[in-house]
């Protein structure tokens, strides 16, 4: 710190890129990479991103329940930042969810506090085990809608603030110690949080003693002098818009806003303290830039299915029809068992994964013949054209040749030569971070040629979809089929930067080639322009068929099929980064044909695929279903490894089922109106607010299903000045099958003198069991953690005398023990 100067100091305490913090090359300080995030790990391209490990999504994570294996899955997350040389991860994701509609919900672990904080400390503590990987976590508070998320003020009660929104971090920061934690967009009570004293620095850095680097959300910085004092430590993306020289030397110099050196110092010294750890931990090595697949091998194939596997949650299975047996007939049916892109919710957690096994491949790697028909569509906008298509730059690949320039078409010259070329082999092409000596940076403005052909193999009408950041004519076969470029309308494409799709529906012949031409502008092009990068482009196709036509296919084919898979859900265009779900309806036709194949063959096992719940108004008909969230590269596998009995199931759901969205607590407050966002359920957020209402849910907190059974027995509670310890047997009490049970313990107040929830998750544990095998479980709490509540009258917290229950279940609404003890005298403390 002292060799430095002080515009060395500024450019430490600002990123230089998306990806890279500064270097002083003269003291030997190397820049240190950061690599999105949540599902795992990208490197640092959105366009043409090296392949990557995509893991199972938060909420799934979450639901297994399983703090090893959860820790587990950090650790292989730090070995896949080796490979795209990356030092820290942007994640987890430790939010909460304060409903179904959080366009993010899917990235969190849960709605309840302390789920989500073990959870998040236990990926941390995988992810940081070795010394060279930093985790963050995120986002640094109440970032729990995404509307409005840049200005949207959160206004939460102090007491809710603490026991639910705060505590996680708490514990995170407690148990696992992240290197890394990144503040949110919003505001909390009338402060953005990047320089919100009181979370940042009273709480955060007095109160928890935490002292590692805090980091903006991507532009996520609203202020020079407040954010340097009160805030984060380093400024993200760069080039900096807040901490450059001249204007930090200008502060200083004239002391306006009272900007200090030592305030510097005291951001400088953090991002120090970060570069130290990463340098330390390679005992003199230079830090690798390169990024890889060598991490794509069997081992993590197999670690990715069995973390899928544990989190997918048996819901129902009335009739014992599951597992199913591999040697009857089997259709599957519905767009999820064929959609590419399902492994993953979107925005930042997207990725370019390694490869992906649909639930379809994954079922037909298990049984030698599976019809198959979609059923009905549940698409909320085309894709899947290129991932179709051949090209003339490389006939092995598929995919379209694209061709970059700096002019459009008809500025160009017969003999101009492209500046890039590449074969793209995905739909949605992510430009954002597209750059070419020949282009101006400040501009960004280019242009892209895309030409392949596509070869329908049935004879019928097709519509073609495109939405676009930038400009777009998509012709087919030389002629002009959309204008996504005279007449633009603001949609959710690309963070809220591009356009709604447009649309187009053509006849076309089984077998015959189709020439595909697109003339892309990139994103200052566009008539909606934001300066979020270069552009992006979506096109896709499907073939146009009637609804009513194909679910009455899928229903003969479930009259004579023994088993019949049914798979549903959303997609990561449904949940998303940058906007929330309008509501909890399943997309399209998708509950029509749930309907009519459950008539046709009530036996139907229905697989659902969601991050957070949907809507099932035919659920009382439904007899067997699984909920499989978003899997990653595995999630096929996972899918059928449940269905047919090579795992049992053992998932139970991170956060309470409605029935509908009008039943959940935040339906009134889901929204920033008028540039604030009322958290008026206060403290009681899912179950707490299901049970104090004693109002029924589809399915409760941390329920699921196994196929075999489980006994619990025997419970004894003993208490002290300092701790709470339950100790009870759990036995498998069936006879076929070797299970794990998910055990929760919650903690009842029985007298209160405020009003609290009826009871709380404070410890859970996971234990694998064989037919008439049983085992004692002892789980020791602190007193005060458990037991406790925040007094918003005497600014601390509380723990009061009364009588107190400890209640053991394998649900939050299935309690088979319940033990009761004493605190003795209250108590007043000002941190946990």
């Known amino acids: 710190m002292s060799q430095l100067t002080t515009e060395e100091k500024v450019s430490l305490i600002s990123a230089v890129d998306f990806w890279h913090t500064a270097k002083i090359e003269r003291l030997g300080i190397p820049s240190i990479r950061v690599s999105d995030g949540p599902n795992g790990i990208r490197g640092t391209k959105f366009f043409r991103g090296v392949p990557s490990a995509c893991f199972p999504n938060g909420t799934c994570l979450a639901s297994t329940f399983d703090a090893k294996l959860m820790e587990i899955a950090g650790e292989l997350m730090a070995r896949e930042a080796d490979h795209k040389g990356a030092q820290v991860i942007l994640g987890p994701t430790t939010n909460i969810q304060r409903g179904p509609l959080g366009g993010r919900g899917f990235e969190s672990f849960s709605e309840d506090p302390y789920l989500s904080g073990i959870s998040t400390a236990s990926v941390v503590g995988g992810i940081q085990k070795t010394g060279k990987v930093a985790a963050t ?20 009660s102090e007491r809710a603030l603490r026991e639910i929104y705060l505590e996680p971090f708490r514990l995170a920061v407690k148990f696992a110690d992240p290197k ?15 320089e919100n004293y009181k979370l940042t620095q009273k709480i955060l850095r007095g109160e928890w003693k935490w002292n590692g680097m805090i980091m903006s959300d991507w532009y996520g910085t609203y202020s020079s002098v407040e954010a340097i004092q009160h805030g984060i430590d380093i400024e993200f993306p760069g080039p900096t818009r807040f901490r450059k020289w001249d204007v930090i030397k200008h502060l200083l110099q004239s002391k ?5 050196e ?33 991490n794509n091998t069997p081992e993590t194939s197999a670690t990715l299915r069995r973390i899928a596997g544990e989190g997918i949650v048996l819901l129902k299975n009335d009739k014992n029809v599951l597992p199913l047996s591999k040697s009857k007939s089997t ?26 096994v649909t639930p379809l491949e994954g079922i037909r790697n298990k049984v030698d013949k599976v019809d198959f028909t979609i059923g009905c569509h549940s698409h909320k906008s085309l894709g899947g054209l290129f991932e179709y298509m051949t090209n003339d730059l490389d006939k092995s690949k598929k995919g379209v040749r694209a061709r970059f320039y700096p002019t459009p078409v008809d500025q160009r010259s017969s003999v101009e030569k492209p500046i890039d070329e590449f074969v793209i082999n995905h739909s949605f092409v992510n430009l954002i971070d597209y750059a070419n000596p020949a282009i101006d940076p400040k501009t960004r403005l280019f242009y892209v040629d895309l030409e392949g052909d596509f070869r329908p193999t049935e004879t019928a009408d097709y519509e073609f979809g495109c939405q676009v950041f930038g400009t777009a004519l998509v012709y087919l076969n030389g002629k002009l089929l959309i204008d996504n470029r005279a007449h633009q309308t603001r949609g959710t494409f690309c963070f809220n930067c591009g356009t709604v799709e447009e649309t187009a529906v053509t006849h076309l012949k089984a077998g015959e080639n189709y020439k595909v031409r697109i003339e892309f502008g990139s994103g200052i092009t566009s008539k909606i322009f934001s300066d979020l990068g270069a552009g992006a482009l979506q096109v896709g196709v499907t073939k146009v068929i009637d609804a009513e036509e194909e679910i009455q296919h899928a229903v003969s084919l479930a009259k004579t099929h023994d088993n019949v898979i049914l798979c549903i859900g959303l997609n990561s265009e449904w949940e998303s980064e940058g906007y929330d779900r309008n509501d909890m309806t399943l997309p399209r036709k998708t509950n029509d044909l749930v309907s009519a194949v459950l008539k046709a063959n009530p036996n139907t096992v229905v697989v ?6 949907v809507e099932m108004p035919w659920l009382k008909d439904c007899l ?27 998932g139970k759901l991170s956060l309470s089922w409605p029935f509908k969205n009008q039943d959940n607590p935040a339906y009134l407050n889901f929204h920033t109106e008028k540039g604030r966002v009322l958290y008026g359920e206060d403290v009681f957020v899912g179950y707490r607010y299901y049970e ?36 009870f047997t759990v036995a498998n009490s069936g006879d076929k099958y070797t299970g794990k049970e998910a055990i929760q313990l919650y903690v009842a107040s029985l007298n209160p003198s405020v009003i609290r929830p009826v009871k709380e998750l404070k410890a859970f544990a996971k234990t694998e069991l064989k037919p008439g095998e049983s085992q004692v479980i002892r789980l020791s709490l602190n007193l005060k953690e458990a037991c406790s509540y925040f007094d918003e009258y005497e600014d601390k917290w509380c723990l009061e005398a009364g009588k107190y229950q400890i209640q053991v279940g394998s649900s939050s609404d299935d309690i088979h023990l319940i033990g009761d003890f004493e605190v003795l005298k209250t108590e007043y403390f000002t941190k946990l």
């Open 331 to 356: 259709v599957v049916i519905g767009p999820n068992a064929v959609a590419l892109n399902t492994y993953s919710g979107g925005g930042s957690a997207s990725l370019n994964p390694y490869y992906v």
């Open 137 to 156: 976590v995120k986002h640094f508070v109440c970032n729990d809608l995404e509307h409005e998320r840049f200005s949207s003020n959160s206004v939460v």
């Open 256 to 260: 306006e806003g009272d900007l200090r």
């Open 180 to 194: 890394c934690i990144m503040t949110s967009y919003n505001k909390v009570n009338g402060t953005h949080c990047s």
């Open 692 to 727: 104090k209402l004693q109002r029924q849910v589809a399915f409760p907190f941390g329920y699921g299903l196994s196929y075999t059974t489980f006994k619990y027995d025997d419970l004894k509670v003993t208490v002290n000045d300092t701790t709470v310890t339950a100790s």
């Open 608 to 613: 659902n695929q969601s991050g957070t719940p």
């Open 262 to 294: 030592g305030d510097i110092d005291d951001r400088c010294r953090h991002v120090l303290d970060l570069v130290k750890y990463v340098v330390d931990s390679k005992d003199g090595a230079s830090l690798s830039t390169l990024e890889d697949t060598e």
């Open 624 to 650: 067997t279903l699984i909920h499989a969230w978003y899997g990653g590269n595995e999630l096929g596998n996972a899918i059928a490894d449940v269905l047919f009995g090579d795992v049992v199931p053992s």
